[in-house]
């Protein structure tokens, strides 16, 4: 038991080390973004025209097709031969690349349809909407390079490889800053320089996979067999998963369709504030269900029922024991972040007020957004994915009744679309662990309410301390950047410390789980 924990801890420590990487590029990418062209036109254009393709890369990068493709593919690595599973590889390739291809050209041709659905208040402002068609025609065949990207992670990830797949991500950063930092003169329309960063960022993430499948043997070659039953598996997998995996990040595109008949900037803060959550989010909890769908794909195809629902409810605990004090720190420091981040340039400090009001709302939601990508991969290591798909669309429903209250019938506007998206997933969460309570036969309700209870606990402290230490800045105006560097990193150190401090107090039983992991790191091999 505990040795699959270890394997899922430690995959999980080096997509999260992966992804902190690319998260920290990320900022510095939004920081060139927020002061080259802050949160006007321009910028709401960019992230509108952004967001199908982004949408995507999470919904089969981080969602659908991995979660689909790795069970069955562990399941023929498991207990097929080598040339079954070669063939599996290459008929996927196949496919893989056919539909992309023909959802590319879709996509560019119809451009403008899909920008008036996914945002009509833009029709309003021709300009604006004609600049966000040709910004959407540009990055959309980052579509077929980040699908095929997401193939080769499925097919490293069942080989317990996660490091270059969870490395990749950075190059689309140092693409995106290079770009406007070199080209931003040579453009009529400065902004399509990000354009062009996002599409060669999706070439360069394709081919950093290939030499480490090529060191597994692992060939990318055409085979049309598209009815061999494997592929037909997967495919009734994928379809309801493309929904069942990621709500969170379907309904924060519902937000930005909501948000584009709001005031100028609307868009902006979302994306911003979205970006801000998704630091936690991409290093723990996605690393954490990333990491653990092998482990439970195995188990499950080996009937060891028991194993695996231990195995993923210390997943789901691990999870909450960083995503409750991240939650609570972001809501503590949500203007000292955003004003060291975001706040110069063109980014003022009505537009930190802003980001900041919607990344309250949204951090209310994390560790409910952090559970759930930590549970749904079991139904699809049980190669289940309606159960999860059901459920989604009962959220998105309630995502899109609660927008149209909290714009129209109270005073919250932008951030308002932030908390109807933390409800909706605080909703998520629960109907996912009532589906599981019947399915696993038992939710072990009580040790982990208990858990969560103490890491609350041990996190009110640790936000107060760090509010506290960092209320001691000036965070309205622009500069003395070093100063509050330093004085934000006092506050989340200290508190993070108090929090280390409480939780080894109270014994929790993920901190010491992972002091002993830490402990078997640094002994000598004779000691493990």
């Known amino acids: 038991m505990m040795t699959e924990n270890k394997k899922i801890t430690k995959a999980a420590s080096t997509i999260g080390m992966g992804t902190l990487l690319s998260r920290i590029l990320g900022f510095f990418r939004d920081m060139v973004i927020a002061h080259f062209f802050g949160a006007g036109m321009s910028a709401d254009a960019f992230f509108v025209a952004f967001r199908i393709p982004n949408l995507w890369r999470r919904l089969v ?25 070669r063939e599996v590889t290459h008929i996927a390739f196949t496919l893989m690349g056919l539909v992309l291809l023909m959802i590319t050209v879709f996509g560019i041709l119809f451009s403008p349809v899909i920008i008036q659905i996914i945002a009509p208040g833009f029709a309003k402002i021709p300009e604006k909407f004609h600049l966000t068609v040709t910004l959407n025609q540009i990055i959309f065949p980052y579509l077929f390079f980040m699908g095929l990207f997401a193939l080769c992670m499925g097919i490293l990830n069942s080989y317990r490889h996660f490091f270059a797949p969870a490395i990749a991500p950075i190059f689309l950063n140092i693409s995106i800053i290079l770009s406007v930092f070199f080209f931003f003169d040579s453009f009529q329309k400065p902004v399509m ?156 400090y009505q537009a930190t007020v802003m980001t900041a009001k919607a990344l309250l709302c949204y951090s209310v939601g994390l560790w409910a957004i952090a559970g759930v990508r930590t549970l749904v991969p079991a139904f699809y290591a049980l190669q289940d994915s309606w159960t999860p798909l059901k459920i989604a669309i009962i959220c998105l429903v309630a995502n899109v009744v609660l927008n149209a209250v909290f714009i129209f019938f109270t005073p919250l506007k932008h951030a308002g679309l932030a908390l109807a998206t933390s409800l909706s997933s605080i909703l ?80 929790n039983e993920e901190i010491m789980f992972l002091m002993k992991m830490l402990k078997l790191r640094r002994s000598p091999p004779d000691q493990k």
Not at 65 to 85: A, K, M, N
Not at 446 to 469: D, E, H, Q, T, W
Request: charged share 15%.
């Open 193 to 348: 320089t990000l354009a062009v960063g996002v599409l060669a960022g999706g070439v360069i993430q394709l081919l950093f996979q290939i030499p480490f499948l090529w060191q597994k043997g692992i060939t990318l070659r055409f085979n049309f067999n598209f009815g061999h039953p494997a592929i037909k598996r997967i495919g009734g997998l994928m379809v309801p998963g493309l929904i069942g995996t990621a709500v969170y990040q379907l309904n924060v595109f519902i937000d930005t369709i909501f948000a584009s008949f709001l005031p100028g900037g609307s868009v902006s803060y979302l994306f911003f504030a979205d970006r801000l959550l998704e630091f936690p989010l991409g290093i723990f909890a996605i690393a954490i269900g990333m990491a653990s769908l092998p482990s439970l794909s195995g188990l499950a195809s080996q009937g060891k029922m028991e194993e695996m629902k231990n195995t993923l409810f210390f997943t789901f605990r691990l999870t909450s024991f960083i995503s409750i004090p991240a939650m609570v720190g972001l809501i503590a420091l949500k203007t000292p972040i955003i004003n060291l981040l975001f706040q110069r340039g063109l980014f003022d």
């Open 61 to 85: 990068g981080e969602g659908s097709l991995t979660i689909s493709f790795i069970p069955v593919y562990t399941e023929y690595l498991h207990q097929r031969s080598e040339e079954e599973t």
């Open 428 to 507: 998520n969460l629960i109907l996912v662990c009532g589906k599981l309570d019947s399915k696993l036969g038992g939710m072990e309700v009580g040790k982990n309410v208990k858990s969560l209870v103490r890491v609350l606990f041990c996190s009110l402290p640790m936000g107060i301390i760090a509010y506290l230490i960092c209320s001691m800045g000036d965070w309205s105006t622009t500069g003395d950047t070093l100063e509050k560097a330093l004085l934000l990193l006092t506050g989340i150190a200290v508190g993070l410390g108090v929090y280390l401090i409480c939780s080894f107090w109270m014994k």
